[in-house]
């Protein structure tokens, strides 16, 4: 810490003070808010919405969505990080430049995106179609533009690892006698673990969040293509307000654990980089 | 155990770079070769070639009769050890020793036996557990070498092993290697830029310049009778001296010195004196010149000489033989063991580093 | 995959069908990431531009032609341009003040501001109703003061910053962890005080940091929709955004008009990030 850094010690009150209001009026006040006002009604209440089957499917749709656009997003992440890192070829920043787009894009214009391809019309609707495949307004296109939206997560926290580690490791395993996989398993993924876990947090973080996109190819039908944020939009529009706020509160508190694990692995992750 | 590596017109390509031109030589069975040369002299990329870990762009690789030259890089069964070790960072030492052995499916029991002797050899037994990062430099690096003997390699492939550690530790290894090295008995290839270090612990030296081969012996061949220019500079500090050639001498302002017979009539020549073969002389000897400075080191010292035609002479005097002789003052020395060397338009680059060499 | 190597590296001396396998390898895994990026976030950006555009520029002229289009991109533009303002100054001093100061609850300070990478953005919005709603007990203090704030943009702007609040700071963080203290020991002991210093030898540092976090927070803001849509509004002219007014038009079937309005908004979005991406690897080219 810096000797010269506002030795005043009232205005490092001050400036202390401003973040946290900051901090407390934008996050802290209306976490607390928000648990309150959800149990306001009575824990009875609570347990009823947790027990209504359009709550246990929306919660179930949402788990499902979450967990495919994990498995994807993590198994092709680490392959394009690999190519990205290892190998060099024409239209390589080009690759690099899309796994950012997703991160330019609202999630609207994802939904649109996926409306325009597979809605009524779409380019890809007679294909589909024609093999009795439903797309929009059902799983697919959900869990499609879910894993659309999460794609960079994995990808930018493992390719600054690979970079940093270098060839000398996989280079020595193969001299040992390692197959290509077998160096890969046994010395790039633990090299790589825990940027990537760091990685699957956000992807899991941002899947059970994303709402834009699907409420444009969901179709809103309650009890089939509702996730929890689905739920709570409609619930609330539809005067249902205290359901709307007890689901969301379970998601708040759901964000809040994963929020632990995150920050957890974050500091995992940076320790790992300052070993190196 | 030991086959001698044979090289055969090694090439290496680099779009149009080209870092390796036709390397060929024979490192033989059971003994340290030391592939020495400059930073970009091609040596680790020479070395990466025979491990597998480069595809040459021609020539071959022959090791216990076979041809390697396309084989991988794991069925070429070389133990390779680098210059920044390389350890697994998440395994511990005695895991990373054991590697070799785990891949290649070994028993559990004769696989810790066998780290276990491994450590025992390079003296980190009580660091087993341990991981790379809790240790030093030194450590690491023995570590590395235990790895890459454990799996009983053929041969054994060192890339500047000791070019990230401190002097001192630098020089405790190499006499440990040596020791080693007589213990074992593997064919050893070692890339050096360190002529010392070559010297020291090699049995063979090839010496590399822009990626060719500039001459292969004995230590004391390299020294003593280098073939060509670049290692009459580079190994062993040189004074580089112009003159010309007549009659089988280079003629160098007065002074005649012998050893041009086999350069052409007339031709401008180099000569090289090493500073410990300038002599102080008793009576007239080959040149005088005029002392410059005198720097003390130690039982020694090191005179800088001005020759009657401008040239600037380093020589090293025990100081016995400087008693009474001051700045400012004329001696007369003389000038052994020179060898001549045609000055040309290969030479005339490496002319310019190695004269600033003493 | 081995007997095509053999076959395709048989012969000639170099080319083994191990070398053959590991090309072909490589190329298979090249070739699985550019299937993945192309079809999963290509195509779709494509798709969408390409409708916008559909019959030409006369589509989206059309699309553009509406008061209610115009109104809700200057309404995004402005909101948006607020909130990163705002957190651009937040960001930075909270940064400031995770890494110069020692503190008790810095730790959980620091967590605290990574919640709204975790939290879904529709429960930030739900979170904001709740607490400026007629029903909890702030919420009728303000209205007993005569402050709206739900369904204006005031609401807006809260939302859009409190969903963008991580991003200034870490970006401005790490930057500001590698700063050398011996640089501002030096600008004390020739008389600058921790203002001038601050001005002068801390600030030219971070501010690459600080307008990168800034660009990446103002397209973040452009594209919100989860925590706009509950608390805005979404009065056209007055309360409804780009985003959430793309959504009305797909529910009103109007896909064409919708990807006019998506494409305008890509494209700000995607020139910020480009510029961005630039800043931060010049940013990491020069630590």
Same mark, same amino acid.
């Given at each position: 810490?810096?000797?010269?850094?506002?030795?005043?010690?009232?205005?490092?009150?001050?400036?202390?003070?401003?973040?946290?209001?900051?901090?407390?009026?934008?996050?802290?006040?209306?976490?607390?808010?928000?648990?309150?006002?959800?149990?306001?009604?009575?824990?009875?209440?609570?347990?009823?919405?947790?027990?209504?089957?359009?709550?246990?499917?929306? /919660?179930?749709?949402?788990?499902?969505?979450?967990?495919? #656009?994990?498995?994807?997003?993590?198994?092709?992440?680490?392959?394009?990080?690999?190519?990205?890192?290892?190998?060099?070829?024409?239209?390589? #920043?080009?690759?690099?430049?899309?796994?950012?787009?997703?991160?330019?894009?609202?999630?609207?214009?994802?939904?649109?995106?996926?409306?325009?391809?597979?809605?009524?019309?779409?380019?890809?609707?007679?294909?589909? @179609?024609?093999?009795?495949?439903?797309?929009?307004?059902?799983?697919?296109?959900?869990?499609?533009?879910?894993?659309?939206?999460?794609?960079?997560?994995?990808?930018? @926290?493992?390719?600054?690892? /690979?970079?940093?580690?270098?060839?000398?490791? @996989?280079?020595? #395993?193969?001299?040992?006698?390692?197959?290509?996989?077998?160096?890969?398993?046994?010395?790039?993924?633990?090299?790589?673990?825990?940027?990537?876990?760091?990685?699957?947090?956000?992807?899991?973080?941002?899947?059970?969040?994303?709402?834009?996109?699907?409420?444009?190819? #969901?179709?809103?039908?309650?009890?089939?293509? @509702?996730?929890?944020?689905?739920?709570?939009?409609?619930?609330?529009?539809?005067?249902?307000?205290?359901?709307?706020?007890?689901?969301?509160?379970? /998601?708040?508190?759901?964000?809040?654990?994963?929020?632990?694990?995150?920050?957890?692995?974050?500091?995992?992750?940076?320790?790992?980089?300052?070993?190196? | 155990?030991?086959?001698?590596?044979?090289?055969?017109?090694?090439?290496?390509?680099?779009?149009?770079?080209?870092?390796?031109?036709?390397?060929?030589?024979?490192?033989?069975?059971?003994?340290?070769?030391?592939?020495?040369?400059?930073?970009?002299?091609?040596?680790? *990329?020479?070395?990466?070639?025979?491990?597998?870990?480069?595809?040459?762009?021609?020539?071959?690789?022959?090791? &216990?009769?076979?041809?390697? *030259?396309?084989?991988?890089?794991?069925?070429?069964?070389?133990?390779?050890?680098?210059?920044?070790? $390389?350890?697994?960072?998440?395994?511990?030492?005695?895991?990373?020793?054991?590697?070799?052995?785990?891949?290649?499916?070994?028993?559990?029991?004769?696989?810790?036996?066998?780290?276990?002797?491994?450590?025992?050899?390079?003296?980190?037994?009580?660091?087993?557990?341990?991981?790379?990062?809790?240790?030093?430099?030194?450590?690491?690096?023995?570590?590395?070498?235990?790895?890459?003997?454990?799996?009983?390699?053929?041969?054994?492939?060192? &890339?500047?092993?000791?070019?990230?550690?401190?002097?001192?530790?630098?020089?405790?290894?190499?006499?440990?290697? &040596?020791?080693?090295?007589?213990?074992?008995?593997?064919?050893?290839?070692?890339?050096?830029?360190?002529?010392?270090?070559?010297?020291?612990?090699?049995?063979?030296?090839?010496?590399?310049?822009?990626?060719?081969?500039?001459?292969?012996?004995?230590?004391?061949?390299?020294?003593?009778?280098?073939?060509?220019?670049?290692?009459?500079?580079?190994?062993?500090?040189?004074?580089?001296?112009?003159?010309?050639?007549?009659?089988?001498?280079?003629?160098?302002?007065?002074?005649?010195?012998?050893?041009?017979?086999?350069?052409?009539?007339?031709?401008?020549? $180099?000569?090289?004196?090493?500073?410990?073969?300038?002599?102080?002389?008793?009576?007239?000897?080959?040149? $005088?010149?005029?002392?410059?400075?005198?720097?003390?080191?130690?039982?020694?010292?090191?005179?800088?000489?001005?020759?009657?035609?401008?040239?600037?002479?380093?020589?090293?005097?025990?100081?016995?033989?400087?008693?009474?002789?001051?700045?400012?003052?004329?001696?007369?020395?003389?000038?052994?063991?020179?060898?001549?060397?045609?000055?040309?338009?290969?030479?005339?680059?490496?002319?310019?580093?190695?004269?600033?060499?003493? | 995959?081995?007997?095509?190597?053999?076959?395709?590296?048989?012969?000639?001396?170099?080319?083994?069908?191990?070398?053959?396998?590991?090309?072909?390898?490589?190329?298979?895994?090249?070739?699985?990431?550019?299937?993945?990026?192309?079809?999963?976030?290509?195509?779709?950006?494509?798709?969408?531009?390409? !409708?916008?555009?559909?019959?030409?520029?006369?589509?989206?002229?059309?699309?553009?032609?509406?008061?209610?289009?115009?109104?809700?991109?200057?309404?995004?533009?402005?909101?948006?341009?607020?909130?990163?303002?705002?957190?651009?100054?937040?960001?930075?001093?909270?940064?400031?003040?995770?890494?110069?100061?020692?503190?008790?609850?810095?730790?959980?300070?620091?967590?605290?501001?990574?919640?709204?990478?975790? +939290?879904?953005?529709?429960?930030?919005?739900?979170? +904001?109703?709740?607490?400026?709603?007629?029903?909890?007990?702030?919420?009728?203090?303000?209205?007993?003061?005569?402050?709206?704030?739900?369904?204006?943009?005031?609401?807006?702007?809260?939302?859009?910053? %409190?969903?963008?609040?991580?991003?200034?700071?870490?970006?401005?963080?790490?930057?500001?962890?590698?700063?050398?203290?011996?640089?501002?020991?030096?600008?004390?002991?020739?008389?600058?005080?921790?203002?001038?210093?601050?001005?002068?030898?801390?600030?030219?540092?971070?501010?690459?940091?600080?307008?990168?976090?800034?660009?990446?927070?103002?397209?973040?803001?452009?594209?919100?929709?989860?925590?706009?849509?509950?608390?805005?509004?979404?009065?056209? !002219?007055? %309360?409804?955004?780009?985003?959430?007014?793309?959504?009305?038009?797909?529910?009103?079937?109007?896909? =064409?008009?919708? =990807?006019?309005?998506?494409?305008?908004?890509?494209?700000?979005?995607?020139?910020?990030?480009?510029?961005?991406?630039?800043?931060?690897?010049?940013?990491?080219?020069? =630590?």
């Amino acid at each position: 810490m810096s000797v010269v850094a506002t030795p005043n010690v009232r205005r490092r009150g001050w400036l202390l003070a401003a973040c946290l209001v900051w901090v407390g009026v934008l996050l802290l006040v209306p976490l607390v808010g928000i648990v309150i006002t959800a149990l306001e009604p009575g824990i009875h209440v609570v347990t009823q919405t947790l027990r209504a089957p359009d709550v246990i499917h929306a /919660l179930e749709l949402t788990a499902v969505i979450t967990a495919i #656009s994990v498995v994807v997003t993590a198994l092709f992440g680490v392959v394009v990080a690999w190519v990205l890192v290892r190998q060099r070829f024409w239209g390589r #920043s080009l690759l690099n430049a899309t796994v950012d787009l997703p991160f330019a894009l609202s999630p609207v214009t994802v939904g649109l995106a996926a409306l325009v391809l597979f809605g009524p019309g779409g380019w890809l609707a007679s294909f589909f @179609e024609s093999r009795g495949i439903q797309i929009i307004f059902a799983l697919p296109s959900m869990t499609l533009v879910t894993i659309f939206i999460c794609v960079p997560f994995t990808i930018r @926290e493992i390719v600054p690892v /690979l970079e940093e580690i270098g060839l000398d490791e @996989e280079d020595a #395993s193969r001299t040992l006698g390692a197959s290509v996989w077998q160096t890969f398993f046994r010395v790039t993924l633990p090299n790589i673990r825990w940027a990537l876990a760091y990685g699957v947090a956000l992807t899991t973080a941002r899947a059970i969040g994303e709402i834009g996109a699907v409420l444009i190819v #969901s179709g809103l039908l309650q009890g089939k293509t @509702e996730t929890a944020t689905l739920f709570i939009f409609r619930a609330y529009e539809e005067r249902q307000v205290p359901a709307a706020y007890v689901v969301a509160l379970l /998601l708040a508190a759901v964000s809040v654990t994963l929020l632990v694990v995150i920050e957890f692995l974050r500091h995992r992750q940076e320790r790992e980089r300052s070993r190196t | 155990m030991s086959t001698p590596i044979v090289v055969e017109g090694l090439t290496k390509r680099f779009g149009s770079f080209e870092a390796v031109t036709d390397v060929t030589f024979t490192a033989p069975a059971g003994a340290i070769t030391a592939l020495l040369g400059p930073s970009g002299s091609g040596k680790s *990329t020479v070395l990466r070639m025979i491990a597998g870990l480069e595809e040459p762009s021609a020539g071959r690789i022959v090791m &216990d009769d076979e041809e390697l *030259t396309v084989k991988s890089v794991q069925e070429r069964r070389v133990g390779f050890v680098f210059q920044h070790y $390389a350890l697994f960072r998440h395994m511990t030492v005695a895991e990373n020793v054991g590697f070799g052995l785990r891949v290649r499916k070994q028993d559990k029991t004769v696989r810790e036996a066998r780290v276990r002797e491994l450590l025992e050899l390079v003296h980190m037994e009580p660091f087993a557990d341990r991981y790379p990062e809790q240790l030093s430099g030194g450590q690491r690096q023995r570590v590395a070498l235990a790895r890459a003997l454990a799996p009983a390699p053929r041969v054994l492939l060192l &890339d500047e092993p000791f070019g990230a550690l401190d002097a001192k530790v630098r020089q405790d290894l190499r006499r440990w290697l &040596d020791e080693l090295h007589r213990e074992l008995g593997v064919t050893s290839l070692l890339v050096t830029h360190d002529q010392e270090e070559a010297l020291e612990l090699a049995n063979q030296i090839v010496v590399m310049h822009e990626g060719r081969v500039e001459q292969v012996g004995s230590p004391g061949e390299i020294y003593d009778r280098p073939a060509t220019p670049f290692v009459a500079g580079f190994v062993g500090a040189a004074n580089v001296l112009h003159g010309e050639v007549v009659g089988g001498h280079i003629h160098l302002g007065s002074i005649r010195i012998p050893g041009a017979a086999h350069l052409d009539e007339g031709a401008s020549a $180099a000569a090289f004196v090493r500073p410990h073969d300038v002599r102080v002389a008793s009576g007239d000897g080959d040149v $005088a010149a005029v002392v410059e400075r005198v720097a003390s080191l130690g039982w020694l010292s090191r005179v800088s000489l001005k020759l009657p035609w401008g040239e600037t002479l380093i020589a090293h005097v025990p100081n016995d033989d400087l008693v009474g002789v001051v700045e400012g003052d004329t001696i007369h020395v003389d000038l052994r063991n020179p060898k001549a060397f045609l000055v040309g338009s290969e030479t005339s680059t490496e002319r310019a580093d190695v004269s600033a060499r003493t | 995959m081995g007997s095509v190597a053999q076959t395709l590296g048989g012969r000639s001396g170099l080319w083994s069908s191990q070398r053959t396998t590991a090309v072909l390898r490589h190329l298979a895994l090249r070739g699985a990431a550019v299937v993945y990026l192309g079809l999963l976030v290509a195509l779709p950006v494509v798709a969408v531009i390409t !409708k916008g555009f559909g019959d030409g520029l006369g589509t989206f002229r059309d699309a553009m032609a509406t008061p209610a289009a115009w109104a809700a991109i200057r309404l995004t533009l402005w909101t948006s341009t607020v909130a990163a303002g705002l957190n651009a100054v937040m960001g930075t001093l909270l940064a400031w003040v995770l890494v110069r100061y020692r503190f008790p609850g810095r730790r959980l300070l620091s967590t605290l501001i990574d919640l709204p990478l975790a +939290i879904p953005t529709l429960v930030t919005g739900v979170m +904001i109703l709740a607490l400026y709603g007629p029903n909890s007990v702030f919420g009728r203090f303000l209205d007993d003061l005569g402050i709206r704030i739900l369904f204006t943009p005031i609401a807006i702007v809260i939302a859009l910053c %409190t969903v963008t609040l991580p991003l200034v700071v870490r970006n401005v963080q790490p930057v500001l962890q590698e700063l050398d203290p011996a640089e501002e020991e030096a600008a004390a002991t020739l008389g600058a005080g921790p203002q001038a210093t601050f001005r002068r030898v801390v600030f030219p540092a971070i501010r690459s940091a600080v307008v990168a976090g800034t660009l990446l927070t103002f397209s973040r803001c452009l594209g919100e929709i989860g925590s706009v849509i509950l608390v805005a509004g979404n009065i056209p !002219k007055k %309360t409804l955004t780009a985003p959430v007014f793309i959504f009305q038009l797909t529910s009103q079937f109007k896909p =064409a008009q919708a =990807a006019a309005v998506a494409t305008l908004l890509f494209g700000l979005s995607f020139v910020l990030v480009l510029v961005t991406s630039r800043l931060i690897a010049r940013n990491e080219a020069s =630590a």
